[in-house]
């Protein structure tokens, strides 16, 4: 059975180029978060080879977070040794 897709090429493709993730992806194509739609517009987006290295990962996310927090260190003036766990997280040496 065929099942007709609410929304066009185009509206994915612009979607896909404002979002961060998936998720938002769907929100700006007017789907729910749920079932089978993140299947869906993956589906179209590998099927239409849509580019997605902008999107925000975990991974990504993490290291922001740490860079942001070493960016807001040294504009504080500290001087200590940054080590950065196996978890992701700063820890001051010093």
């Known amino acids: 059975m065929s099942h007709l897709l609410s929304w066009s090429k185009e509206h994915l493709i612009e979607a896909v180029k404002k979002s961060d993730n998936f998720r938002e992806v769907l929100k700006n194509i007017g789907l729910s978060d749920k079932g089978d739609n993140y299947k869906t517009i993956k589906k179209y987006i590998r099927l239409w080879d849509l580019d997605v290295s902008h999107f925000y990962t975990r991974q990504k996310k993490t290291c922001k977070k740490v860079y942001d927090s070493i960016i807001d260190k040294l504009k504080d003036g500290w ?8 978890t992701g997280r700063v820890a001051e040496s010093g």
Not at 79 to 86: D, E, G, H, K, P
């Open 79 to 86: 001087r200590s040794v940054l080590l950065l766990t196996a």
